[in-house]
T-cell receptor, first 114, second 109 residues
Framework: DAGVTQSPTHLIKTRGQHVTLRCSPI?????VSWYQQVLGQGPQFIFQ???????GRGNFPDRFSARQFPNYSSELNVNALLLGDSALYLC?????????????FGSGTRLTVV | KNEVEQSPQNLTAQEGEFITINCSYS?????LHWLQQHPGGGIVSLFM???GKKKHGRLIATINIQEKHSSLHITASHPRDSAVYICAVTSGSARQLTFGSGTQLTVLP
């Protein structure tokens, strides 16, 4: 069974550009969360989606947006890229809902903004 | 003050040593997670705890809900245990993860 798949694995963008990152959860998982990890720090929560609805949003500017599709895959979009957006972007999937479930993480997308 | 604090930040041990990494949190949680991150970024979930103690192989995780404290222990450490160990808590209406800053563990042969 495939794990959480993220694409692309690496990319380089220029300041001001737009980027779309993609995540496919484990089959049967209905919740997808996005995290940003800057070098040397722990990941920071960006968004969580469950059953195609936004369930939570971290302290990130409106340049960050996301959505979840009917097949539970998800996209994270970042507009007007800044140098400070350079980071590892992690996607995590879980069964979701009201109970506590474990998370499975993708390998991440390493974004470099130059 | 961060909601999740880990100590130590860096830890170097000799192969075979018993290792303890500590985590304290200041918010109400529904669960606490211990995660392992290797160079390159991939994160693996080791434990999810809401009470008591769990053991998997040489790894043991404990949590004290009253004291808002958890520990991760590694017995008979091995160089392949070298990684960043991260404590995270599930909290909030979205049950999002709030992460500590991680402990870089290096086990020398």
């Amino acid at each position: 069974d495939a794990g959480v798949t993220q694409s692309p694995t690496h990319l380089i963008k220029t300041r001001g550009q737009h980027v779309t990152l993609r995540c496919s959860p484990i089959s049967g998982h209905k919740s997808v969360s996005w995290y940003q990890q800057v070098l040397g720090q722990g990941p920071q929560f960006i968004f969580q989606y469950y059953e195609k609805e936004e369930r939570g949003r971290g302290n990130f500017p409106d340049r960050f947006s996301a959505r979840q599709f009917p097949n539970y895959s998800s996209e994270l979009n970042v507009n007007a890229l800044l140098l400070g957006d350079s980071a590892l972007y992690l996607c995590a999937s879980s069964l979701g809902g009201a109970s506590n479930y474990g998370y499975t993480f993708g390998s991440g997308t390493r974004l470099t903004v130059v | 003050k961060n909601e999740v604090e880990q100590s130590p930040q860096n830890l170097t041990a000799q192969e075979g040593e018993f290792i303890t990494i500590n985590c304290s949190y200041s918010v109400g949680i529904s669960a606490l997670h211990w995660l392992q991150q290797h160079p390159g970024g991939g994160i693996v979930s080791l434990f999810m705890l809401s009470s008591g103690k769990k053991k998997h192989g040489r790894l043991i995780a404990t949590i004290n809900i009253q004291e808002k404290h958890s520990s991760l222990h590694i017995t008979a450490s091995h160089p392949r245990d070298s990684a960043v160990y991260i404590c995270a808590v599930t909290s909030g209406s979205a049950r999002q993860l709030t992460f500590g800053s991680g402990t870089q563990l290096t086990v020398l042969p």
